[in-house]
């Protein structure tokens, strides 16, 4: 393993553990230099591994070349919190993991708006954040206020919040997917449709400028296919999870 990535290595683990070291910008970067010298680093196979595999960042321009122009899109806010997988079996929350794969059922069970029972039968996942919706004008706040909670032996909930944004291996298309949880009793984040690739750029100008998503500590947006189908033909061709949404970040 050389230098560059035993570095990148070592912060991306800090952050994962909640102790996030350098800022997203500089980490970024350092993933990206890393990338550019050796794309085949065992570095890169082993977060696509992940339980929570990070979303793709800043390949925008590559994403909607790839798409058709009239591709209904979703566009949400990015939070800057931390990933919470949440597992229900026949209704009844049965576990709760981090990013890593932690078990954190205890406490995202307290967690005031994350239900304990949904009406539903069977197996049924959800992927969010868990962010601290307080000060969101302080960077990295938010980040910081989640990962010491979930790190925390006996910690205070009520200051966090739990935005539910994926049904995983779901049926229904994005914008329907969070019409669903909001009926089971999620919160779910403010959104933004448009019909034609063009209108990213001007979304992504709206957020930069704090006139988009400015009521969640967010660090970018992301642009998501509404298709349940294409999201499906997407996943197969590029063989990378989840290559059917892009994370845009300042």
């Known amino acids: 393993m050389t230098y ?3 570095r990148v290595k070592y912060f991306d683990d800090a952050y994962r553990s909640g102790n996030a070291l350098i ?6 970067k350092l993933e990206a230099n890393l990338y550019r010298v050796n794309p085949q680093s065992d570095y890169f196979t082993n977060k696509k591994s992940l339980p929570l595999p990070s979303l793709a960042k800043d390949q925008i321009s590559e994403f909607i070349e ?3 122009p009239n591709t209904r899109l979703v566009i949400e806010p990015k939070i800057d919190g931390a990933a919470i997988a949440i597992q229900y079996i026949d209704g009844k929350l049965s576990k709760a993991i981090s990013r890593k794969g932690t078990d954190l059922t205890a406490k995202i069970a307290a967690i005031p708006d994350v239900p304990s029972k949904i009406n539903v039968k069977g197996l049924f996942q959800v992927r969010g954040e868990l962010y601290a919706p307080a000060e969101y004008d302080r960077p990295t ?3 910081r206020q989640a990962s010491a909670y979930m790190r925390a032996r006996d910690s205070k909930s009520d200051h966090l919040s739990f935005c539910s944004f994926q049904i995983i291996n779901g049926r229904l298309n994005q914008f329907e997917s969070l019409k669903y949880l909001k009926k089971l ?6 959104t ?4 034609f690739t063009n209108e990213v750029n001007l979304y992504r100008k709206l957020w930069s400028e704090g006139k988009l998503f400015a009521d ?3 660090d970018g947006i992301v642009v998501k296919i509404n298709s349940r189908k294409l999201q499906l033909i997407r996943e197969k061709s ?3 999870y989840p290559y059917w949404q892009m994370a845009i970040k300042y």
């Open 216 to 218: 969640y500590p967010t």
């Open 192 to 195: 933004k449709q448009c019909n």
């Open 185 to 190: 009793g999620f919160s779910v984040p403010a």
């Open 66 to 68: 790839d798409l058709l």
């Open 238 to 240: 590029y063989g990378v």
């Open 4 to 6: 560059l990535e035993e």
């Open 141 to 143: 706040y938010s980040q």
């Open 23 to 28: 800022s997203d910008a500089q980490f970024d």
